[in-house]
RNA sequence: GCCUGGGUGGCGGAACUGGUAGACGCAAGGGACUUAAAAUCCCUCGGAGCUUAGUCUCUGUACGGGUUCGAUUCCCGUCUCAGGCACCA
């Protein structure tokens, strides 16, 4: 009988779904495990990233099952975004139902690989019996100040026609379209107030022990804390007083200028009248027009005008000039900086350039540093000078006892800055969740009563030829009467952000089916948090920043208990494969490669750098043409086997086929010899063994061992298929080499197969499945308790032991595992070889590690 | 520049707390079976050396040092690759 894995393959998954083997329920007696793969965007097509991820998850979701916990392992949607609306546009068709084909087809693939999901909690975030939910959390942050509007300088994407939020901007483009510079509009926009809860979800980066430090280092970097001085510089000749923000008060008496952000709103009225005022307004504007990118990258040349005004340090009482500087940021800290040329560098460049003022105020300890000498700014540790009170002080005490000394004059004050911004959720697009809220002319901004949520996302319309947003021109929309006075008004026609959606699915996980408000509390309390969640590493600032940030606003809203979402993380590496060129048609997908060469001009093909799977590289593997070829097995195991989760998969067809060609053995191994194994039970360590069959039987623990605490301890999966590979090459020596004929020795083979296959089985769920019934066994694998190995089956009666002899291996005998150290320093001593490179010197000591090695120092 | 994480055979990768470096697989080479091929099975496989071809010797985990009886593993320095942040005052 040949191994078929397309027809038992799908025989098992029909048999699963019928029986509804993986739907789960509360069980307050059992443990829970909470188990997630980040959602997909239903594009049509799961791609190979998916594959990766999910048969991850699910390895660990049939594993947690099998080891007794309650296990919920769900999927969904998500579903708005807005390559629908283009596609939508391109296929003639609506936004609407091309994401629904996808679902449908994208969840049969799903299906055709075998993943143990609870199909019934199935969610689509375009559901509005979904994002109904989120308008109202909407609403509730919005009565609390936690979403609000402004207007204000926003990223805008010329390609999504829409807002971006901060995170959503990566070198200057949008992170869809990484061709596309973002500009910056001044529009209204919505924001949520993530900077709320900065401090906190920083101070929980260091308390998050499940998760990778790159994914937590890059947060706290993102939130960016930077705990600095507000000092207050009067102006010259003025009641006005400009505050700077430092993060090095200690150097305060050497500043000799300041410099202020071309956006700072006091420099009109400053200049208003003086001598330059035509100047800087001409630099404010040239400064201005160019996009932030620009103005902001490593390369373009700090450039700076005086403004004809002056400021008073406030400890020197000097007058020192005022600057409007290209370098400086409005968006942090006051957008006024007090500049000391002689401890910063950009300050010291910008003073030579323009002929300013350098005053030493921090001597190193070991050589005089004199203004006139200097090349480059003094920024490491030393002791103050030119400071007044504060002379022969370190700096960094300094720092507070300035600070202090500012605080009781009235001259400043300690504070705290970050780098993140509000999170701008605005988007001009059609295919989204509405948000919530009515413009009344009388009214003004009015929220939509909580009754009559959802604010439904009109279908009946048609897209747009020029990709905009039909909401702001459909009528029946947008009309509508205002909740408070009942006259006419208009609705809001941006969407939210799609990872509003995204920041909270987890929880409705617990309770798709809800229907009284977001979250039914005794059910998302039994589930959350989520023990393990396993995505892309591309979303460590994005996702999962957001997702801590809502959990939050949920909790504190009553609606959870939890304040964090994921216990634990992983994250997966990209799947990656060699790019293919040819020098006239480009790049090329595999299959337009035959034995090197291109089929459309038979031209030599170029193998181009091993880079992540993209359509626009060609560089991809259609996951569904390897299923239909190998079956769903072999594509989990290679994923598995290839490398370690967190690391990058590359690609390799050899591999693949290495992986199918294991399956091929463990499935003869039973078939060929089913008689002989069925014939007997799985042997239960009553009966002393000997020999080949002893050795297997210690072997057969030794695997239950070894992948238990790969899988349940590293989530290496790969050396745990690596053991189970090992076990069975050992099974087909002893069936093949010995031919044994006792029941002894099939019973130890019954067990080690046995043990093979219920090991293998969350990697590999359907092979197992038919070989396991074949056994004669009723239960399916996943209602197997998972192995437990027996002690006493490791026990070795001889062991290996390595001698060294000046810490190189020269020998290596066997002893009986009874040896103390002493016997076996005894029995290493008298070894032939050791007495060789011993050549009769004089033995300074002699280290035994217990059954395992002697190093004899001469 | 700063923050993470890497660098081990021809390749993907093992080596868990410092104790035999290269598990497992791929590729390659040789052999068996076959009229032949496929499939399958067996053997070899880091490098160099050899008057004893071995249970041999030397060498080898990016590079240079150190600690240790012993270092892929720990420490210091250097190079390099990947990811993230970056004129953040």
Redesign the pocket.
């Known amino acids: 009988m040949k191994y078929n894995p397309q027809q038992l393959e799908a025989k098992w998954q029909a048999a699963w779904d019928k029986n509804g083997l993986f739907n789960v329920s509360e069980d307050p007696l059992r443990e829970k495990y909470y188990l997630l793969e980040m959602f997909p965007y239903p594009s049509g097509k799961i791609h190979m990233g998916h594959v990766r991820n999910y048969t991850i998850g699910d390895v660990i979701a049939r594993y947690k099952r099998m080891c007794g916990k309650n296990v919920l392992h769900p999927m969904g949607w998500d579903a708005f975004g807005l390559p629908a609306e283009n596609a939508a546009i391109e296929n003639n068709t609506h936004p609407a139902r091309w994401t629904y084909d996808n679902i449908n087809a994208m969840k049969a693939q799903l299906k055709t690989m075998g993943f143990s999901y609870d199909w019934d909690r199935e969610i689509a975030t375009c559901d509005p019996e979904y994002y109904r939910w989120e308008q109202l959390v909407f609403l509730k942050m919005y009565e609390k100040g936690l979403a609000y509007k402004k207007r204000t300088h926003v990223n805008w994407c010329e390609k999504c026609q829409s807002v971006l939020a901060n995170e959503q901007v ?2 200057g483009c949008c992170w869809r379209h990484t061709q596309e510079e973002v500009s910056i509009r001044e529009m209204d926009s919505w924001f949520l107030k993530i900077t709320d809860y900065a401090e906190e979800l920083l101070e929980y980066c260091g308390k998050l022990s499940g998760w ?3 994914v937590t ?2 947060q706290k ?2 939130i ?1 804390k ?1 705990r ?1 001085t507000i000092i207050r510089f009067p102006v010259a000749d003025s009641k006005e007083v400009i505050e700077v ?4 008060p200690d150097t305060l008496f050497g500043a000799t200028f300041m410099c202020l ?1 071309p956006e700072h709103p006091m420099i009109k009225g400053l200049i208003k009248g003086g001598s330059m005022e035509a100047q800087v307004m001409d630099f404010i504007d040239r400064t201005l027009k160019i996009d932030s990118y620009m ?4 390369f ?3 450039e700076g005008i005086y403004t004809g005004v002056d400021c008073i340090n406030p400890v020197t009482d000097e007058r020192i000039p005022i600057y409007v500087a ?4 409005i968006e ?2 006051t ?1 006024a ?2 500049s000391v040329p002689t401890h ?1 560098q ?1 300050d010291f460049e910008f003073a030579k350039k323009y002929g300013l003022k350098l005053r030493v105020v921090i001597q190193p300890e070991d050589r005089p540093l004199k203004e006139e000498d200097m090349q480059e700014a003094y920024e490491v540790p030393g002791i103050l000078v030119n400071s007044g009170r504060f002379n022969g002080q370190g700096n960094i005490d300094a720092q507070d006892n300035i600070t202090e000394y500012l605080q009781s004059q009235g001259k400043g004050y300690k504070t705290v ?1 970050f ?1 993140i911004r509000d999170w701008g959720i605005s988007r001009q697009r059609y295919w989204g969740a509405p948000i919530p809220i009515v413009y009344c002319d009388k009214c003004g901004t009015v929220p939509v009563p909580a009754d009559d949520l959802p604010v439904v996302l009109p279908l009946d319309l048609d897209m747009l030829p020029n990709g905009g947003s039909p909401l702001p021109v459909t009528q029946s929309f947008y009309e509508t009467t205002c909740p408070k006075c009942r006259g006419k008004a208009r609705r809001e026609t941006d969407t939210m952000d799609t990872f509003v959606e995204s920041s909270w699915y987890f929880t409705r996980y617990a309770c798709p089916d809800y229907n009284k408000g977001p979250l039914d509390q005794k059910r998302v309390d039994y589930w959350m948090p989520v023990d393990q969640y396993i995505g892309g ?1 591309e979303h ?2 994005l996702h999962l920043l957001y997702a801590r940030f809502f959990t939050r606003v949920m909790n504190d809203l009553g609606h959870v208990k939890v304040r964090e979402p994921f216990t634990n993380l992983l994250t997966q590496g990209m799947v990656c494969k060699e790019t293919q060129e040819c020098p006239t048609h480009g790049y090329l997908f595999p299959k337009e490669v035959k034995e090197g060469r291109c089929i459309k001009c038979q031209a030599e093909v170029i193998t181009g750098n091993t880079l992540k799977m993209s359509k626009s590289k060609k560089n991809v593997i259609d996951p569904q043409e390897l299923i239909d070829q190998y079956g769903a097995d072999t594509v989990r195991m290679f994923c598995l ?4 989760p967190e ?4 690609w ?1 067809d ?2 693949v ?3 199918f ?2 399956l ?2 463990v499935w003869r191994v039973v078939v060929d010899h089913l008689a002989d194994i069925t014939g007997v039970s799985p042997y239960d360590g009553a009966k002393p063994l000997e020999g080949m069959a002893r050795d297997l039987h210690r072997k057969t623990h030794q695997t239950i061992k ?1 992948v238990t ?1 790969d899988i349940d301890t590293r989530f ?1 999966f ?2 745990a ?2 053991a189970v ?2 076990l069975v ?1 050992e099974i ?2 002893l069936v ?1 080499s010995e031919d044994p004929k006792d029941n002894t020795s099939w019973a130890v083979i019954r067990e080690a197969v046995e043990a093979a296959i219920v090991l293998l089985s969350p990697v590999s769920p359907h092979i197992t499945e038919e070989l396991w019934r074949m056994l004669g066994h009723q239960q399916h694998l996943i209602e197997v308790p998972w192995p437990v190995y027996r002690e006493e089956a490791l026990i070795e009666e001889n062991i ?1 032991v ?1 001698l ?1 002899v ?7 005998i066997e002893v009986p595992a009874s040896y103390d150290e002493k016997q076996i320093e005894e029995f290493a001593l008298k070894d032939q ?1 050791v007495v060789t ?1 011993v050549g009769g010197k004089q033995v300074k ?1 002699v ?1 035994v ?1 217990k059954k ?2 002697v ?1 004899v ?1 001469v």
């Not at 290209?326 to 940021?329: E, G, Q, R």
């Not at 086997?641 to 370690?644: C, E, G, K, L, T």
């Not at 000046?806 to 290596?812: C, D, E, Y």
Request: proline letters at 2%.
């Open positions: 990566e070198n990778p430090e790159s280092a890059m970097n993102w960016g930077s600095g923000f430092t993060t090095r952000a103005r902001t990258a490593d373009t040349v700090k290209n370098f400086v940021l942090y800290g957008g900086i007090m910063d950009r800055k780098r590493i460590a600032i086997f290839a490398a370690p690391k990058g998969l590359e390799s050899q591999g086929e290495g992986v060609r294991f091929n053995r070894r605490n290496h790969n050396t298929i690596a590979m090992e090459n087909m020596q093949i290996l390595v060294q000046n810490g190189k291996v020269r020998s290596k070889r490179f000591k280290i590690v395992k090695l190093n120092v």
